[in-house]
């Protein structure tokens, strides 16, 4: 049983900041066996990849939000976070953690004055 659980979203005025958390509840191997990675769906468009980091640490994120986030994880306590800086309206969305086949249950995120 896999389940991952995310965290951190809530409404932010424009160029603010937020930190999502996703904590993995699954056996390590499984964990470690995948990349991590945030999408992010907004009202009538589709679910979009914002960032990916690897078991080893490597990046990729889309271009939007490059500068601009950080995504990282931590092996040991099985939880990945992303790091919001310069927060845009555009930004407003649910942000899902991603691992393997299994998805959380997403956090909203709203960047408004």
């Known amino acids: 049983q896999v389940r991952l659980e995310e965290s951190g979203g809530g409404l932010v005025q424009p160029g603010g900041s937020l930190r999502l958390a996703c904590r993995v509840r699954a056996i390590t191997s499984i964990f470690n066996a995948y990349p991590l990675d945030w999408y992010r769906q907004a009202p009538g468009r589709q679910r979009e990849p914002v960032a990916s980091v690897t078991r080893l640490g490597s990046t990729n994120y889309t271009d939007s939000v490059k500068g601009r986030f950080t995504i990282s994880r931590d092996n040991y306590q099985k939880r990945g976070y992303l790091q919001m800086n310069s927060l845009k309206p555009e930004d407003t969305a649910v942000y899902y953690c991603?691992?393997?086949?299994?998805w959380g249950q997403g956090t909203q995120v709203t960047v408004s004055s």
């Open positions: 991603h691992l393997g086949n299994f």
